[in-house]
């Protein structure tokens, strides 16, 4: 799941666009192969909040969260909570000016 998800941190992932929709159909499919479990990323919780909080609740009771977890879910709540700093930071710089493009990329597009 954090190989489908990762970019998140650092990309906008509007719904309409490529990214966007790679991003919910990542997560349907897990949810397909795993119905009765949440996804288990962090990464997640843009998109589907309240199965992620149901997954902590339960990691928090069972297991040990693993450090890369633990990082991956500190700069999603960083994101979350402060209005995607590290998103509005990596698109800021001017030598990645080149991701917008893929960022607004549709179907529709030639």
Known sequence: MA????????VWFP?????GQ???EALE???????EEPPNSM???RFQPRRVVEELQRVARTAQVE?????????T?????????LVR???EHWQTAWVEALVYETRDAP
């Open 3 to 10: 190989e489908h998800l990762l970019p998140t941190l650092f």
């Open 29 to 35: 499919a897990r949810r397909e192969e795993s119905s």
């Open 43 to 45: 990464l997640a919780l």
């Open 22 to 24: 790679a991003a919910q």
């Open 15 to 19: 719904p309409a666009t490529l990214l």
């Open 67 to 75: 450090p890369r977890e633990q990082a991956m879910a500190l700069a």
């Open 77 to 85: 709540v960083a994101n979350l909570a402060c209005d995607d700093i």
């Open 89 to 91: 930071h990596f698109h």
